[in-house]
C-alpha cells in the first residue's frame, strides 16, 4: 500500500509513470533541467506526486519523507551524455610496460574510409602509466627460452610470469597521480583476462594509497582482446564516479538517503539491478532500454515490431520478434565497449534538434536545443528546433501541451515567438533563392517548417532500414510502435516512406520508457573466459563451468529476496569458428540437452531466410556467459 516509482531521466524530459496505494497511475513529465525551479527533476517528480495525491505540502528543498515509496526504478542518460560530451570523471591508465600507446593506436578503423582527415577520437584518460610486469601465453613451439614461473590461467591455458609487478615504482607513479589531483583508474594488464593475479596486486595498491575508483578489466569484461577490454575498463573507471556522484545527490534529497527503499537501475541490456552495482560499463543505454522494454510488453502480438521512440534530444529505434535482439560489442563516441547492450540505433534527430539553413540546405541537427534554453516555443530564448517546426505546422497544440513554461511554470507554448522566428528563417531562404541563376518561388513560413520535417524524417527512416532491410527483413512486415514525446507527430510520415501499414500507440506513449522500466525484469548476468574447443570431449567442462555460472548468480538473486521458483536461467556461448574473429552468442535450443544441441544462426541472406549450422564443429569457445533474471509477476502490466 505504498507508492511505487519509475522514472526515465532523458537529455530533455524526464518522464515519470507512477502507481498509487488506491490503484490509481499517475503519469508526469518534467524538464529534465530547470535550476531556477528544482536541483533534481526526479525528486521533484515524486514530491510533486506524493503531495498532490496525499493531499500533505511536502518540502521543496529539504529532503522528503520515505515511508509512503515502496520502490523506485530509474533509466538515466547521465553515462551517455558524460561520454558524448567528455566531462566524465578524470582517469587514468595503468597498462604493461610497452604498450602505452595501444588504446591510442586503437584498432585503426577508418568508419569514413573515404575521408581526407582523419580524426581520432579522444581518449577518456589524461596520463598513462606503464606497469613493470609481463606475462606471456606458455607455447611448445616457442623458441625464445622464455624462464618464468608456470601458471595455469582460468582458462586452461598455461602462462608464463616473466616479471612480477614492480610495486616500489608503481607506487612512485601512482603518488605523482594522487598530487596531479586523478583519483579514478583503470588497470588492463596483458592477459588478465585469464590471469588476474598481476591486476588485483596493483588495484590493493591503489586502493590502499586512497584512489576513490578502480576498474579491473578482468573484473569489468572478462574477454580476450586487450583493445575493447581496455577500452570497456577506461569507460568504466571514466563513467562510474559520475553516476555514483548523480545517484548520492539523488539519495540526498530524501531521508536516510532512501536505505529502506528499494531503488533499482535500467541497464544497457534490458534488465535493472541494484543500485549499488548500477556501473559505468553497463550504463550507455540505460535511458531508451526502458522504452524498448515497454514496447515489448505491449505492442508485440505475432508480428515484428519497430520501436521509434523519439526524444527532445534524439531518436531510438530498434526491432523486437519475441527476443531482445542484443550485441555484445558496440562503439559510443568513438569507444568500443564489450558489455552486453540491446541493439539501439540512435540518430541526433528529436524534438530539440535545432534547425539550419546552410548553403541552400536544410539541415537538422545534431546540435539540440535540450531543455535549457530549449526550443523557441519554451519562452527561454532558445533557437528553432523541430517542435518549433510542427508547432507552426499545427501538429502541436499549445492547450494540450503541459503549461510548464514561463517564470512561474504556469504558461503554454509561445506559438508568436516561434511564427516570429520562422518569418526570419523564411526571409533568409527566400533571399538565397532570389539570388540563383534560376530564382526559385518564395516560400511560407510553413513550407520552409514542412522542408526541416522532410530531413529530420529521412534521417529516423535510416536506422530503421539498417535494422530490418540491413538484416534480411521486410520492413512493410513490421508494425511501427510509436512513443517518446515527439514519436506521434512523425509516426504516419515514417510509416508511409517505409511501407508500414501498422502503426501502434499506447496510451502512455508519451512516457512509455517509464512505463516499461515498472514491467522490467532484474537481471544478473556473470561470464568468464573459456579456450575450450567445441567438441564431444569439452562437454563436460562445459556442463561443469555454466552450473558454476548458474548457481554463482543464483545466489546472488536469493541474497537479494527472490525465490527460485522466480528465477529464469539462460547459459549462452559465445562462439567464434577457428581462425575468425568474429564470434557469435548462442544459446541451447533445448534446455534438456543444454550443450550437445546448440545452434548458431549464421547467416541471413538477403531473401530473409535464415542458415543455421549445428553442432558440434571446430568451433573455439570465447566466452561462457549466464543471464539471470526474475519474471515479472504483477501481470496487469501486460495490459495493452
Not at 38 to 66: F, H, N, S, V, W
Not at 148 to 157: Q, R
Not at 446 to 451: K, R, S
Request: charged share 20%.
Amino acid at each position: 500500500k505504498k507508492f511505487r516509482f519509475a522514472i526515465d531521466r532523458g537529455g530533455t524530459f524526464t518522464d515519470v509513470y507512477a502507481e498509487c496505494p488506491n490503484g490509481k497511475a499517475r503519469v508526469l513529465k518534467l524538464l529534465s533541467e530547470d535550476t531556477s525551479n528544482y536541483t533534481d527533476a526526479p525528486r521533484e517528480a515524486i514530491r510533486l506526486i506524493l503531495q498532490e495525491e496525499l493531499g500533505i505540502t511536502m518540502p521543496k528543498d529539504g529532503p522528503l519523507a520515505t515511508e509512503h515509496i515502496d520502490w523506485i526504478r530509474m533509466g538515466t542518460t547521465v553515462a551517455t551524455n558524460a561520454l558524448l560530451e567528455r566531462k566524465g570523471q578524470r582517469m587514468a591508465l595503468l597498462i604493461t610496460k610497452g604498450f602505452k600507446d595501444l588504446l591510442y593506436i586503437g584498432n585503426q578503423a577508418r568508419p569514413n574510409i573515404f575521408d581526407l582527415e582523419i580524426v581520432c577520437p579522444d581518449v577518456l584518460y589524461e596520463r598513462v602509466v606503464e606497469v613493470e610486469e609481463r606475462v606471456v601465453l606458455h607455447q611448445e613451439s616457442c623458441q625464445l627460452g622464455l624462464l618464468g614461473d608456470e601458471v595455469t590461467g582460468t582458462t586452461g591455458e598455461k602462462l608464463v610470469v616473466l616479471e612480477r609487478v614492480n610495486k616500489v615504482k608503481l607506487q612512485q607513479d601512482l603518488e605523482s597521480l594522487l598530487e596531479d589531483g586523478i583519483k579514478s583508474l583503470a588497470i588492463v594488464l596483458m592477459h588478465s583476462y585469464t590471469f588476474d593475479g598481476h591486476e588485483k596486486e596493483v588495484a590493493d595498491l591503489a586502493w590502499s594509497m586512497g584512489f576513490q575508483h578502480v576498474s579491473l578489466s578482468s573484473s569489468v569484461m572478462p574477454m580476450v582482446k586487450i583493445v575493447p577490454r581496455g577500452f570497456t575498463a577506461c569507460a568504466d573507471a571514466y563513467l562510474t564516479p559520475c553516476i555514483q556522484q548523480y545517484i548520492s545527490g539523488f539519495q540526498a534529497g530524501f531521508d536516510g538517503g532512501l536505505k529502506d527503499v528499494k531503488v533499482l537501475f535500467m541497464q544497457s541490456d534490458g534488465g535493472l539491478t541494484e543500485v549499488q552495482r548500477f556501473t559505468g560499463s553497463h550504463a550507455i543505454l540505460s535511458g531508451p532500454a526502458g522504452g524498448v522494454v515497454g514496447y515489448a510488453m505491449t505492442a508485440y502480438k505475432k508480428e515484428p515490431v519497430i520501436g521509434f521512440d523519439m526524444g527532445g534530444t534524439s531518436t531510438d529505434v530498434s526491432r523486437y520478434a519475441g527476443d531482445y535482439e542484443h550485441v555484445f560489442e558496440s562503439t559510443t563516441a568513438g569507444v568500443a565497449i564489450q558489455a552486453p547492450q540491446l541493439d539501439i540505433n540512435t540518430v541526433a534527430a528529436g524534438g530539440g534538434s535545432q534547425l539550419f539553413f546552410r548553403a541552400g540546405l536544410f539541415v537538422v541537427g545534431p546540435e539540440s536545443a535540450g531543455a535549457d534554453p530549449g526550443p523557441t516555443c519554451y519562452r527561454k530564448g532558445g533557437p528553432l528546433t523541430v517542435t518549433d517546426a510542427n508547432l507552426v505546422l499545427g501538429r502541436l497544440i499549445p492547450n494540450y501541451f503541459p503549461h510548464i513554461f514561463g517564470p512561474d511554470k504556469n504558461l503554454p507554448l509561445d506559438s508568436a515567438a516561434t511564427c516570429r522566428a520562422f518569418d526570419e528563417l523564411a526571409g533568409q531562404v527566400n533571399a538565397f533563392n532570389a539570388s540563383q541563376i534560376q530564382p526559385s518561388l518564395p516560400m511560407t513560413r510553413e513550407e520552409v517548417a514542412m522542408g526541416f520535417i522532410k530531413v529530420a524524417n529521412e534521417a529516423m527512416c535510416r536506422p530503421i532500414r539498417a535494422l530490418t532491410q540491413g538484416k534480411g527483413y521486410d520492413t512493410a512486415l513490421h508494425v511501427l510502435a510509436c512513443f517518446g514525446g515527439a514519436g506521434g507527430q512523425h509516426a504516419c510520415a515514417i510509416a508511409r516512406s517505409l511501407g508500414m501499414k501498422k502503426v501502434f500507440i499506447h496510451r502512455y506513449a508519451g512516457v512509455l520508457s517509464a512505463y516499461g522500466l515498472a514491467m522490467a525484469d532484474v537481471i544478473y548476468e556473470c561470464q568468464e573466459p573459456c579456450a575450450k574447443v567445441y567438441e564431444e570431449a569439452s562437454y563436460g567442462f562445459i556442463d561443469e563451468r555454466l552450473d558454476a555460472l548458474m548457481k554463482k548468480a543464483t545466489d546472488e538473486l536469493n541474497s537479494q529476496g527472490f525465490m527460485e521458483s522466480d528465477i529464469t536461467l539462460t547459459p549462452y556461448l559465445n562462439l567464434r569458428y577457428h581462425g575468425t574473429d568474429c564470434a557469435l552468442m548462442c544459446r541451447p535450443a533445448h534446455l534438456q540437452t543444454r550443450i550437445v544441441v546448440m545452434e548458431i544462426s549464421f547467416c541471413r541472406l538477403s531473401a530473409g531466410m535464415s542458415v543455421s549450422l549445428a553442432l558440434p564443429c571446430l568451433v573455439a569457445v570465447c566466452l561462457l556467459m549466464i543471464f539471470v533474471y526474475v519474471p515479472r509477476v504483477i501481470h496487469k502490466y501486460r495490459d495493452r
